[in-house]
């Protein structure tokens, strides 16, 4: 355990010497380069012609699919949308089947209390 207490300062001491000399050329590098960016302004004339070289390269990088392979995705994509639009369709229908229903239901329902109440109403009149 003492010899890696003794090891770690050595190391340290390795990078910190290694790491100032460093630092300072870095620094030099640096603030030079600082100066060169702060003296010399960008054309943006060359900025755009240099994005538009940029897209015509990834442009010729396109691989587009061959007419087979459009019309198989093309037929794909149709066959699909109409298998969903039955479905979505179907769906559709048995809701509202089942919301008419319960409507009639209730309409029934209603009908059948107005019916009572009025019958008890004319009982109640006839006994008075």
Known sequence: MADKEKKTPNAEEKKSAKGKP???????????????????????????????KGVNAERKKVVWPKAKETLK????????????????????????????????????????????SAATEAETQAAE
């Open 73 to 116: 995705n093309s037929l794909v994509v149709l066959v699909v949308v109409i298998i969903l639009g039955v479905a979505i369709y179907a769906v559709d229908s048995l809701l509202a089947l089942g919301l008419r229903e319960t409507k009639q239901a209730a309409d029934n329902i209603t009908a059948s209390e107005t019916a009572f």
């Open 22 to 52: 460093e630092k300072a050329d870095g620094s030099k590098k640096s603030s030079a380069k600082a100066e060169k960016k702060k003296s010399k302004k960008k054309n943006p004339f060359k900025s755009i012609g240099k994005f538009f």
